[in-house]
Structure formats: C-alpha cells, structure tokens
C-alpha cells in the first residue's frame, strides 16, 4: 500500500528487453534504499514493483508482459527518471490516499497550461472511467496522489499541479501526447459499482 506520495525521480540504471519481460533497475539514494530488502513493494511511475535484487544503490525490478501491456513501463529507457515511493509503514503519515499501485490503464495528455508557479494538465481517459472520477475526488497519475479539478466532455478531466508536485515528479514535463499511469480511487470505485448492481437488482 502506497499513499500517493512522490519521494523524487530517479534514473533507470539498467535495461534489459527480453520477449515478454523487461528487467530493469532504478538508482536510489542511500536515505531511500535504507532498510529496503529483495521482496519489498515499491511503487514506479506508479506500478507497484517487487524487489529482486539490491546491488549497492542499483535497486532491480521485474515487469512481466500484463504489466508492459496496462502501463507506461514498457516505454522505459537508459537514463530516464521514474518517481518512487516506498511501501508506507503502520504509523506513517498518510498525505495522499490509498493507493495500490495497481494501474487500471494509462491516460493521455489532452493539454497542458502553465502559469506561474503552477502547472495544469488535461488527462483524456476511456469514457468507462469517468463514472468513478469527479471534481474534487482522488485519482493517482503516475503514482501522485491528485485532486481532481474538473471533468471535461468526451473523456477526461483536468489536474492542477502545485510547485511541490513539480518538484519531485516529472508530471510537469509532460507534454500533449504523452501517456500516463492511471489508477483510480478504489472506495469510489467500490460505492459506484454498489450502487449500480443495487439498481440493477431493484430493476430486474
């Protein structure tokens, strides 16, 4: 379990494609990777990752092809930076929500505002997702834990980065086009579904 809460960017050190698997190692800082062990959860880009190997400050992970297939993983290169957070403990603070890293799909950047300090980004998302998306509610991208400030016609909705945001994650160079991890509230996921299976019941 994640909060949602980005602890930075950090470089992807190793890259090895194979058919149906991409193993590959991200380079953490020593505060980071204090405590961490093989078998630890980590969220990447917002994919929760398993630990399978610690070598000095390369820390490795393993993305099968369900992975490569739902989420942004499979466009990884040599050198990219990817926002981490780790597992959260019992007693942690909890700044964002509930997040499990388990990505539902990736959405794309419709446009993007920038003034001043902040940053705004329209995200088109499949119409099936929007049920469970509304303004003011939670949607992790990327791994962050971000509000939603309104939705738009046709898919999509719209996020507004404060400086914070755009200092430890990548979201603010993000540009149209670009894809990014998706993963919705699932209590609002879990009330929506309630509520219409209900309904369907009360009908039939």
Same mark, same amino acid.
């Given at each position: 379990?994640?909060?949602?809460?980005?602890?930075?960017?950090?470089?992807?050190?190793?890259?090895?494609?194979?058919?149906?698997?991409?193993?590959?190692?991200? =380079?953490? *800082?020593?505060?980071?990777?204090?405590?961490?062990? /093989?078998?630890?959860? $980590?969220?990447? @880009? !917002?994919?929760?990752? %398993?630990?399978?190997?610690?070598?000095?400050?390369?820390?490795?992970?393993?993305?099968?092809?369900?992975?490569?297939?739902?989420?942004?993983?499979?466009?990884?290169?040599?050198?990219?930076?990817?926002?981490?957070?780790?597992?959260?403990?019992?007693?942690?603070?909890?700044?964002?929500?509930?997040?499990?890293?388990?990505?539902?799909?990736?959405?794309?950047?419709?446009?993007?505002?920038?003034?001043?300090?902040?940053?705004?980004?329209?995200? =088109?998302? *499949?119409?099936?997702?929007?049920?469970?998306?509304? /303004?003011?509610?939670? $949607?992790?991208? @990327? !791994?962050?834990?971000? %509000?939603?400030?309104?939705?738009?016609?046709?898919?999509?909705?719209?996020?507004?980065?404060?400086?914070?945001?755009?200092?430890?994650?990548?979201?603010?160079?993000?540009?149209?086009?670009?894809?990014?991890?998706?993963?919705?509230?699932?209590?609002?996921?879990?009330?929506?579904?309630?509520?219409?299976?209900?309904?369907?019941?009360?009908?039939?």
């Amino acid at each position: 379990m994640f909060t949602g809460i980005t602890r930075g960017v950090f470089p992807v050190v190793q890259l090895d494609r194979q058919a149906d698997l991409l193993r590959y190692a991200v =380079a953490f *800082p020593d505060d980071l990777g204090r405590g961490l062990e /093989v078998g630890a959860s $980590v969220s990447i @880009d !917002g994919v929760c990752q %398993t630990v399978t190997g610690i070598e000095g400050t390369a820390v490795h992970f393993d993305a099968i092809a369900e992975t490569l297939d739902r989420t942004t993983l499979g466009e990884l290169q040599l050198g990219q930076f990817v926002a981490v957070e780790r597992s959260a403990k019992v007693g942690d603070e909890v700044g964002g929500h509930d997040v499990s890293g388990h990505v539902i799909g990736t959405g794309t950047i419709r446009a993007r505002r920038a003034e001043g300090h902040a940053c705004d980004l329209e995200i =088109a998302a *499949p119409r099936e997702w929007m049920k469970y998306i509304s /303004v003011k509610g939670f $949607v992790a991208v @990327d !791994g962050s834990s971000l %509000t939603v400030g309104e939705c738009t016609s046709g898919g999509g909705f719209w996020v507004h980065l404060i400086p914070e945001t755009l200092r430890l994650t990548r979201l603010g160079e993000k540009t149209e086009g670009a894809r990014v991890n998706i993963e919705l509230d699932a209590r609002t996921v879990s009330i929506v579904d309630t509520v219409e299976r209900a309904l369907l019941e009360r009908e039939n």
